[in-house]
């Protein structure tokens, strides 16, 4: 290989390395319980709430603090409040993202629901 050539790899991989990206995927659903909300017997109290959870990984690689599902629904129950209600979460999605910046990625674990309440017919 000609020195052109290794100095030509390496500024793309300085590029490629300086830039970042963002991935994101999909969790796999948890339990899920089935209701019949095609009827009249609810009505949504907040739509799309979320709850976020995020972490911390030198050089993308080296985990600092991972983010973690159970702190995100967490953080989601702490928004809606819904104790002693009778209401639930519906349409539940589970999301998770990764931003590379130089130095570090912060990786991040986002859950949305709507919030209903159940009503007497």
């Known amino acids: ?18 830039t970042g990206c963002v991935s994101s995927g999909s969790l796999p659903v948890g339990s899920e319980t089935k209701t019949d909300l095609s009827k009249s017997n609810y009505k949504v109290i907040k739509a799309n709430a979320r709850g976020t ?20 629904m967490k953080d989601l129950h702490t928004q809606v409040d819904i104790e002693g209600k009778s209401a639930a979460l519906a349409n539940i ?17 986002i859950v949305t629901a709507d919030v209903i309440e159940f009503i007497d017919e």
């Open 53 to 72: 959870d995020k972490g911390f990984w030198l050089l993308g690689i080296i985990p600092f603090a991972s983010p973690n599902y159970a702190n995100a």
């Open 1 to 18: 290989m000609s020195i052109r050539t290794i100095t030509h790899l390496m500024i793309i991989s300085l590029f490629l390395f300086v």
């Open 93 to 109: 999605t589970k999301d998770k993202s990764t931003l590379y910046l130089i130095l570090f990625s912060v990786p991040k674990i």
